[in-house]
């Protein structure tokens, strides 16, 4: 598949697709974490202070009423990059820190933003925090991107470049590509710098850029720069207030940077979180409840789109808007034609709105989404759900019985302060039923707490535990594996050297010293050259499931 879409991207870089309708624009979406909705200037605070963000906002579009499609980390980011609800994947949790799972992260079988950008002619860079899968397969390098600098877990401690992890018994790193890097100052900063960089390097190869500016700021730990606290801030947010200091200082940075290049009016900012504000110091006033709930506090974001010469500055954008809805957003941006485009999307184009806010024609005055759904099977909280039609709310307290369910007038009522679930039942009925039709389609997890079963059977012909032979002497054996959900089951195999995490490299010691075969056969064979300890891996997968067993193989000289 992969190759496939190299040399489709050739192609269409070759056909120059799109040339005529002028240059492709660049795009940079930068994605903070946990931000309260209310902690920037610009959203109303007089204690945060972030002019360079500010500034961004009033040079484009803001919305008012822009979702992140989950209200924690990794969902919403996996439905932000696969352009689909992530309960309709499997992909409702965090990854868990099951380091060497394949079906943990971003489910493989997505097509993801960075691969649209790629084949529609553009370098593509991922920055920061990536949370969305930790296997060799799920590296933001085999997942569309042509750079990575950042860590691959959900959090980091800002001042360091390497974090013990119980569960691996050993280090974690910051990485550039597969390689460790050390010499972290700040990461946020290290962050501005990496995707500086980056900038700097497509504008060397003359392409346009897709850039992830994925800040790990302000997410817990509380750590903050010394020289960014500033006295004025009451001590108990005083940390807090100073990470978003660092971030308005890497917002500006890149728009300098942009500016000097001469491309700011070619590249499109948008600037959002990933969710509501956590409850280590953020404040998401006027809004009820926290990141993790299903009240417009766990959900509704900060959001804006830049784009100097083109959208016009100063305007506010009140229509219902996802983070899904950045896909399909993209896809007209870098100009990809009709026939290519991502078919599983449940997003809307914004462009055309975004280019006629405050005007009153068709597309003007239009709904973006007769509805945004929120929610499904083994959702965490006190909520299981959500749904939003217009000003009319619905929280899905208990998806069996409405009568628990609260509805809520967002534009009489934007705290969520008054349940009028008995003065409208009409309403909350209705909406109770669309909530549950959409809800009929989502699937259970595939990875995190409350997993499904997995309902996997696999049997390996060879049976002991470890297997001893002479290099050139090739080993086979058989493997049978069955789904008892009748899909299609499909075999791979791997061999790797039972070494945990390379010195030098990020868990980059696959098949070392083996002449073999395919990988996609129920019968096995294989030949190790050199003498040592292996392991080989035999999986079977359907598109949600994934179990393997492993096989030790020690290899003797003759
Ligand atoms: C992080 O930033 C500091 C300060 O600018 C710099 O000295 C260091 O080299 C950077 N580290 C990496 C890995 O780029």
């Not at 489709?8 to 309708?21: D, H, K």
């Not at 971003?106 to 790629?118: C, D, R, V």
């Not at 960014?228 to 728009?255: C, F, H, Q, T, W």
Request: hydrophobic residues 35%; charged residues 20%; aromatic residues 12%.
């Amino acid at each position: 598949m992969r190759s496939f879409g190299i040399w489709f991207g050739l192609w269409v870089a070759l056909m120059g697709f799109g040339e005529c309708q002028g240059e492709k624009p660049n795009v940079i979406v930068i994605l903070v974490d946990d931000l309260g909705y209310a902690d920037l200037g610009v959203q109303g605070s007089d204690v945060v202070k972030s002019p360079h963000i500010d500034k961004l906002a009033k040079d484009g579009v803001i919305l008012t009423d822009g979702y992140a499609p989950h209200n924690f980390c990794g969902p919403s980011r996996s439905a932000l990059f696969a352009g689909i609800w992530p309960f309709r994947i499997g992909a409702q949790f965090n990854a868990p820190k099951d380091y060497w799972d394949n079906l943990v992260g971003l489910p493989l079988g997505y097509k993801t933003i960075p691969e649209t950008m790629q084949e529609a002619g553009y370098q593509t860079y991922c920055v920061g925090k990536w949370h969305l899968g930790y296997t060799p397969e799920h590296h933001p390098k085999n997942r569309g991107y042509n750079g990575f600098f950042g860590f691959l877990k959900g959090s980091w401690n800002y001042r360091l470049s390497k974090m013990y992890d119980e569960q691996l018994d050993d280090y974690d790193y910051i990485y550039r590509g597969f390689k460790r890097v050390g010499g972290i100052k700040y990461i946020t900063d290290n962050f501005t710098d990496a995707a500086i960089g980056y900038i700097a390097r497509s504008n060397r190869l003359g392409k346009p850029f897709f850039l992830y500016l994925s800040y790990n700021s302000p997410h817990a730990p509380i750590i903050s720069l010394k020289e960014d606290l500033d006295p004025e801030v009451p001590a108990n947010r005083r940390n807090y207030v100073g990470m978003i200091k660092s971030l308005d200082r890497g917002v500006e940075k890149i728009r300098s940077y942009l500016e000097k290049l001469g491309i700011a009016e070619n590249t499109v900012i948008m600037f959002s979180s990933d969710n509501g504000g956590h409850k280590h110091g953020a404040i998401n006033e006027p809004l009820r409840d926290m990141k993790g709930s299903y009240y417009e506090g766990g959900l509704r974001v900060p959001w804006f789109i830049t784009w100097p010469g083109t959208l016009q500055p100063g305007r506010t954008f009140t229509k219902l808007a996802t983070h899904m809805d950045i896909y399909p957003t993209l896809e007209n941006l870098a100009q990809v034609p009709e026939g290519m485009k991502n078919p599983t999307l449940v997003g809307v184009d914004l462009l055309p709105y975004l280019r006629k806010v405050g005007q009153s024609t068709p597309e003007a005055s239009g709904a973006t989404h007769p509805f945004l759904y929120f929610g499904g099977p083994a959702a965490s909280g006190k909520s299981v759900g959500m749904i939003r039609q217009g000003r009319w709310k619905l929280v899905i307290i208990n998806e069996n019985d409405n009568s628990e369910n609260e509805l809520y007038d967002l534009r009489a009522d934007l705290s969520e302060t008054t349940d009028l679930s008995d003065d409208r039942p009409g309403k909350a009925t209705r909406l109770f039923d669309i909530w549950t039709e959409w809800n009929s389609e989502n699937i259970l997890p595939v990875y995190g707490r409350s997993r499904a079963k997995n309902p996997l059977l696999l049997e390996l012909s060879v049976v002991a535990d470890e297997v001893v032979i002479t290099p050139g002497v090739p080993i086979s054996f058989e493997a049978a594996g069955s789904s008892a959900d009748g899909e299609t089951v499909t075999y791979f195999w791997e061999t790797f050297i039972p070494v945990r995490v390379d010195e030098a490299t990020y868990r980059d010691v696959w098949t070392d010293g083996v002449t073999s075969t395919s990988r996609t056969e129920d019968s096995i064979s294989i030949t190790y050259s050199n003498p040592g300890d292996y392991i080989v891996r035999v999986t079977i997968q359907t598109e949600r499931w994934q179990l393997w067993e492993d096989v030790q193989i020690q290899v003797v000289p003759e």
